[in-house]
């Protein structure tokens, strides 16, 4: 498929390209949104340009916008959203990622509609069979592992889940510095004879393909311990995965929270425990987590969640100043060509 841009070199983008900001996208969109573009500037000293109604975004301060006179709503079909709102801000931001207005795009907006735009206005890169999303879940004191598909493709075969082991591996080596690192396939045991068919197929694949640091297949209970840096599965799993541990997350904190406002003995026992855990807390906030990458497009595509604020804007804008730096995409394109894919 092709882009309609020239490719350019890592450097040129970081050098100044801004990232293009889905000011239209999200729960809390505009507001939000327009306030951790702003803050982005200022606190990171990464060009920002928004992307929406300009009528719509209030103080802007000095930031560029691209005008966009529509909006994909987050309950809209995203397939049919996109190719009906051509001026959506979520098209928009795409084309300016294609067009070289921009090195990267942001959104907190409909999911499969960011994904839709990004796919249909980058282009897939050079064979790829689907992109796929990867979510980093916080390790604290280390580096986060690198899940996906947590969502894109409900439906895998074997052949893009050794794909998505590739693209995850590259991104983990871009994104967190790791040289080698090590791949796992989620599974409901350990021994390579556990699993469905697919999980089977594809952990003989993994097991025979030398480019790659395969460790083999380990279980949900694993995915927090960062028992290894990347782990691959099918969308719908990796969805369900990434939900479960969001919700018992929010329970567990929620819980916390009012065995410490039960009485005075609790109260002072929070006393001593919040300095503690209190930095735990701030690992785990999606907010801090700079949202989810979508692997195997032509350019930087990140994913916020709904519910973004400000504060996960800034994040996500730096997550994408990092990988564009890094030469991503560059790295997946040669991941996914390496022999024996």
């Known amino acids: 498929m092709p882009t309609g841009r020239a490719r350019r070199s ?13 000011a239209m996208g999200g729960d809390k969109a505009p507001g939000e949104i327009v306030s951790g573009a702003r803050q982005a500037v200022a606190e ?20 560029e916008v691209l005008d966009a006179s529509e909006v994909v709503a987050m309950d809209e079909d995203p397939a049919q959203g996109v ?4 001026d959506s801000s979520l098209v928009r931001a795409a084309e300016a990622v294609r067009d070289g207005r921009a090195s990267a795009m942001v959104s907190a907006g409909n999911t499969g509609a960011t994904m839709a735009s990004a796919l249909l206005r980058m282009g897939r890169l050079p064979g790829v069979v689907r992109p796929a999303i990867a979510t980093p879940i916080p390790n604290p ?18 052949a893009m889940l050794v794909q998505f082991a590739q693209m995850g591996a590259a991104y983990s080596r871009a994104r967190y510095g790791i ?17 469905t068919p697919l999980v ?11 480019s790659l640091r395969f460790v083999g297949n380990v279980e949900g209970r694993d995915l927090l311990p960062g028992t290894a840096d990347v782990v691959v599965t099918d969308g719908f799993t990796g969805n369900v995965v990434l939900k479960t541990l969001e919700g018992s997350l929010r329970f567990f904190m929620s819980a916390l929270g009012e065995v410490f406002g039960r009485d005075e003995a609790t109260a002072r026992a929070a006393e001593a425990l919040l300095p503690h855990l209190g930095p735990l807390a701030e690992e785990f906030d999606p907010d801090n987590t700079g949202g989810a990458m979508l692997l195997g497009v032509d350019g ?10 400000a504060r996960a804007v800034v994040s996500a804008v730096g997550v994408a100043r990092d ?17 024996g894919r």
């Not at 990171?44 to 930031?63: A, N, Y």
């Not at 690198?146 to 075969?157: F, P, Q, R």
């Not at 089977?200 to 030398?210: D, F, P």
Request: aromatic fraction near 0%; charge should be negative.
């Open 200 to 210: 089977k197929e594809t952990h003989a694949a993994l097991a025979a393909l030398g």
């Open 83 to 86: 190719r009906r709102k051509k």
């Open 300 to 309: 930087v595509c990140v994913i916020s969640h709904g519910s973004s604020s």
């Open 323 to 339: 990988v564009v730096a890094a030469g991503l995409v560059a790295s997946l394109a040669e991941a996914v060509a390496a022999p």
């Open 141 to 158: 004191g280390t580096h986060p592992t690198v899940l996906l598909d947590a969502g894109a493709n409900a439906e895998c075969t074997a």
């Open 179 to 195: 040289g080698e690192p090590s791949v796992a396939l989620l599974s409901i045991g350990e021994e390579p004879t556990k699993g």
């Open 10 to 22: 890592p450097s040129a983008d970081a050098a100044g390209l801004p990232v293009a900001v889905d």
């Open 44 to 63: 990171l000293g990464v060009p920002v340009v928004l992307v929406g109604r300009r009528e719509d975004l209030g103080d802007t301060g000095d930031l």
